[in-house]
């Protein structure tokens, strides 16, 4: 039995070895800044209404005064609905640069744990990519895996720390095994290569599971190097770990849910799989998933309460990315989403097309049955995603966009609509984007929340986000104005990043722009599966 197990999980790793060799590509990295006013010695932005990240109801007007990227002031201005006192304001020294926003709404800059920078089936440069998060105020990206090479995410990570690119800043967790001459066999193996990650530089682990003794030397040494750690229980190696386990190993964070739902297996000890089930025949790997909540015990039930006690004193974080996902449950809505026709590329649209090739387009003959299924799913995945929330759980908000017709930038904001959909209030669902993000990464001392003494990390919109997510998207909001007419309001703003300031809005038009030139060297038109172009 042994020496089954052990070749099963050489035959694993091999595979996962080689999809990760597979998805490392040079992918074109972002050109020279050429964006952004500022950094300022001095900055004050007047008259907004704060949303400070960590759960406070707004409050405003405000003037925050900003020295040298650090917040030194946060001044309330006023009251709503009167006019400002000059006398009571921060005054303006020369040289100041004071940014004028009265009436609209600041947060601290998103953090997005799940941000894949493009890849070899995607085919999108990096500068599309790290355009469309910051015109959605994502100033912080978690890159889960460095699939475009460890070195190539180092490199883009030091440029964007010295802002000498338009980008998030970027943490590198780095795909457990890549660049290993050999699989990582032993647990000897495994000490070695996150020691070699840490004096390269990484700072995380992305895990997709391995043999027990392999995972617990890995996540104790990543421990003791003071690295952290992610894993996508995957399930070729979840029967082996489910997230209990591999939390109590002392991993720090889980993607998607994979692995949940097998902790609070009570009847059975893995997913009841069709005997015809193929796990490279990604319909089948996908149509199964959306059954795997329903196997799990029941919620509020004992066992279900005992394993989130656990996971909440472990100190565990999850991050759900319910976006990626919703494909699954109204496949229509995902591909006919209305920035398709103007900021995704054509490369990009092809990677989402029905294929039994690329990743996440698995669409072989997806029905009312599939979405249904997928529909009872997230009910049953929100219920504990939001009750771990409120008995203190750490939720975070991420996007994994790229794949099943998601959208980098956009999606990150329809994962925060779900969010809310889940049962979080609006201000928790900001403090998941903001603050338990930070917290997540070990950042919260510098960003996540607007305080006195953090980074300069903004996110600013002229309407209320707290009444209407929607006014975050690229595209805006409907509205319908006194005029009875039809207007779109919102996109963000600004977003401020390292006390830069970006105009949001032009970093949008600089995507659509490269979208409109790819297509026009290709002659290319948006068409939908099964129909021909025009």
Same mark, same amino acid.
């Given at each position: 039995?042994?020496?089954?197990?052990?070749?099963?999980?050489?035959?694993?790793?091999?595979?996962?070895?080689?999809?990760?060799?597979? #998805?490392?590509?040079?992918?074109?990295?972002?050109?020279?800044?050429?964006?952004?006013?500022?950094?300022?010695?001095?900055?004050?932005?007047?008259?907004?209404?704060?949303?400070?990240?960590?759960?406070?109801?707004?409050?405003?007007?405000?003037?925050?005064?900003?020295?040298?990227?650090?917040?030194?002031? +946060?001044?309330?201005?006023?009251?709503?609905?009167?006019?400002?006192?000059?006398?009571?304001?921060?005054?303006?020294?020369?040289?100041?640069?004071?940014?004028?926003?009265?009436?609209?709404?600041?947060?601290?800059?998103?953090?997005?744990?799940?941000?894949?920078?493009?890849?070899?089936?995607?085919?999108?440069?990096?500068?599309?990519?790290?355009? /469309?998060?910051?015109?959605?105020?994502? =100033?912080? &990206?978690?890159?889960?895996?460095?699939?475009?090479?460890?070195?190539?995410?180092?490199?883009?990570?030091?440029?964007?720390?010295?802002?000498?690119?338009?980008?998030?800043?970027?943490?590198?967790?780095?795909?457990?095994?890549?660049?290993?001459?050999?699989?990582?066999?032993?647990?000897?193996?495994?000490?070695?290569?996150?020691?070699?990650?840490?004096?390269?530089?990484?700072?995380?682990?992305?895990?997709?599971?391995?043999?027990?003794?392999?995972?617990?030397?890995?996540? *104790?040494?990543?421990?003791?190097?003071?690295?952290?750690? #992610?894993?996508?229980?995957?399930?070729?190696?979840?029967?082996?770990?489910?997230?209990?386990?591999?939390?109590?190993?002392?991993?720090?964070?889980?993607?998607?849910?994979?692995?949940?739902?097998?902790?609070?297996?009570?009847?059975?000890?893995?997913?009841?799989?069709?005997?015809?089930? @193929?796990?490279?025949?990604?319909?089948?790997?996908?149509?199964?998933?959306?059954?795997?909540?329903?196997?799990?015990?029941?919620?509020?039930? #004992?066992?279900?309460?005992? &394993?989130?006690?656990?996971? +909440?004193?472990? *100190?565990?974080?999850?991050?759900?990315?319910?976006?990626?996902?919703?494909?699954?449950? *109204?496949?229509?809505?995902?591909?006919?989403?209305?920035?398709?026709?103007?900021? =995704?590329?054509?490369?990009?649209?092809?990677?989402?097309?029905?294929?039994?090739?690329?990743?996440?387009?698995?669409?072989?003959?997806?029905?009312?049955?599939?979405?249904?299924?997928? !529909?009872?799913?997230?009910?049953?995945?929100?219920?504990?995603? @939001?009750?771990?929330?409120?008995?203190?759980?750490?939720? =975070?908000?991420?996007?994994?966009?790229?794949?099943?017709?998601?959208?980098?930038?956009?999606?990150?904001?329809?994962?925060?609509?779900?969010?809310?959909?889940?049962?979080?209030?609006?201000?928790?669902?900001?403090?998941?984007?903001?603050?338990?993000?930070?917290?997540? /990464?070990?950042?919260?001392?510098?960003?996540?929340?607007?305080?006195?003494?953090?980074?300069?990390?903004?996110?600013?919109?002229?309407?209320?986000?707290?009444?209407?997510?929607?006014?975050?998207?690229?595209?805006?909001?409907?509205?319908?104005?006194?005029?009875?007419?039809?207007?779109?309001?919102?996109?963000?703003?600004?977003?401020?990043?390292?006390?830069?300031?970006?105009?949001?809005?032009?970093?949008?038009?600089?995507?659509?722009?490269?979208?409109?030139? #790819?297509?026009? !060297?290709?002659?290319?038109? +948006?068409?939908?599966?099964?129909?021909?172009? !025009?």
């Amino acid at each position: 039995m042994k020496k089954n197990y052990k070749k099963i999980f050489v035959t694993t790793l091999i595979t996962l070895c080689f999809l990760n060799n597979l #998805a490392i590509a040079q992918v074109k990295k972002a050109p020279k800044r050429a964006e952004g006013d500022g950094p300022y010695k001095r900055l004050i932005i007047r008259g907004v209404n704060l949303i400070n990240g960590a759960g406070s109801p707004l409050r405003g007007p405000v003037d925050i005064v900003v020295e040298n990227d650090r917040i030194t002031n +946060i001044k309330v201005v006023g009251a709503p609905g009167l006019p400002i006192k000059t006398e009571d304001r921060p005054k303006a020294n020369p040289g100041d640069k004071e940014l004028k926003a009265e009436g609209m709404f600041l947060m601290p800059g998103f953090v997005d744990m799940h941000g894949h920078i493009g890849g070899t089936g995607q085919k999108v440069p990096a500068e599309y990519v790290f355009k /469309l998060w910051m015109a959605h105020g994502v =100033t912080t &990206v978690r890159e889960p895996g460095s699939f475009n090479g460890a070195e190539w995410t180092f490199d883009q990570r030091e440029k964007s720390k010295k802002n000498e690119i338009t980008a998030p800043r970027i943490i590198a967790y780095v795909g457990f095994g890549q660049g290993s001459k050999k699989p990582i066999s032993t647990p000897a193996m495994a000490r070695k290569w996150v020691q070699d990650l840490k004096k390269r530089g990484g700072q995380g682990i992305k895990f997709f599971g391995a043999r027990p003794d392999i995972m617990k030397a890995a996540l *104790d040494e990543a421990k003791k190097q003071g690295l952290g750690s #992610a894993c996508h229980h995957a399930q070729t190696d979840v029967a082996w770990l489910n997230a209990l386990n591999t939390a109590r190993m002392g991993l720090t964070s889980m993607e998607h849910w994979y692995g949940l739902p097998e902790a609070l297996f009570q009847d059975r000890t893995v997913q009841n799989y069709p005997l015809n089930y @193929n796990y490279q025949n990604e319909q089948h790997r996908f149509e199964e998933a959306g059954k795997l909540w329903k196997q799990a015990a029941k919620p509020y039930s #004992a066992h279900w309460n005992k &394993v989130m006690n656990e996971l +909440i004193k472990l *100190d565990f974080t999850i991050d759900p990315t319910m976006n990626i996902y919703e494909a699954n449950r *109204d496949l229509m809505r995902a591909r006919r989403a209305e920035w398709h026709e103007t900021y =995704t590329m054509p490369s990009l649209w092809r990677f989402y097309q029905p294929s039994r090739i690329s990743h996440g387009s698995y669409w072989h003959y997806w029905g009312t049955e599939q979405e249904i299924a997928w !529909k009872r799913n997230y009910q049953l995945w929100m219920t504990f995603i @939001n009750e771990y929330k409120n008995r203190g759980g750490r939720v =975070t908000t991420g996007s994994d966009s790229g794949f099943i017709f998601q959208l980098y930038g956009f999606a990150y904001i329809r994962e925060l609509e779900l969010l809310r959909e889940a049962g979080f209030h609006p201000l928790e669902v900001i403090r998941a984007a903001t603050l338990k993000g930070a917290e997540a /990464l070990g950042m919260d001392k510098e960003i996540g929340t607007v305080e006195i003494g953090k980074k300069a990390d903004f996110v600013i919109v002229e309407e209320n986000p707290l009444e209407n997510l929607k006014v975050l998207y690229g595209t805006g909001a409907i509205k319908l104005n006194e005029k009875n007419e039809a207007v779109r309001v919102g996109g963000v703003k600004y977003t401020i990043k390292d006390g830069i300031i970006y105009d949001a809005k032009q970093l949008l038009a600089d995507v659509k722009k490269m979208v409109e030139e #790819a297509k026009k !060297k290709e002659n290319y038109q +948006i068409i939908q599966p099964g129909e021909k172009k !025009k």
